[in-house]
């Protein structure tokens, strides 16, 4: 039987603001997602950014762009990957990502908005259930889920409504880091 846990953000000067708003009815939905990206980018300095901007990704990018089934699109991803050695969490969740924009045909736009999407709601998952239902905080798991949804959902639409030029690995690059701008600043579309 198998069991998972939630291993927290660390205890840095970096998390504790975004700690201190996530989950806290009287901060914006929008305050606490920059702080999330504030924290997430400051915690991993530029190795976040720049696993974001992954040439893979641009690859899988364009995988998503030429609409071909879920299986070869992950199969062809995981040979990349296998080729370059290249593992890391981003990754995996650039595979997620691919799989679903696949799925939902939503090609290079559908699978950028999904790539930000699910790295926001990994940052948000680590620390929101120790949030649930303390004073002031978020009152239930649905809305914990609500809020983690909310959260995802600004990056989605950050990321849709930043222009994405090309799919090749120097687009992928500018593309990313305008998007992470965008959220760190909480420039939300």
Known sequence: MGTSTNQASPNTPSW???????????????????EIWQAALAD??????????????AEACRLAEGRVAVSSALESFHQRQTETYATSLILEIGKRALA????????APGFASELFSETAAYYVARDLPSVVGARDLTSTTTDAIRLKDAIKALARET???TELITTDSEGWQSYVSNVVAALRRGSFK
Do not use: Y
């Open 100 to 107: 679903r924009a696949c799925a939902a045909q939503s090609g």
């Open 44 to 57: 991993r300095g530029e190795l976040l950014s720049s696993e974001l901007r992954n040439p893979l990704l």
């Open 16 to 34: 504790r603001l975004a700690k201190a708003v996530l989950g806290r009815k009287a901060t914006t939905v929008e305050r606490q997602s920059q």
């Open 159 to 161: 990321a849709s409504a």
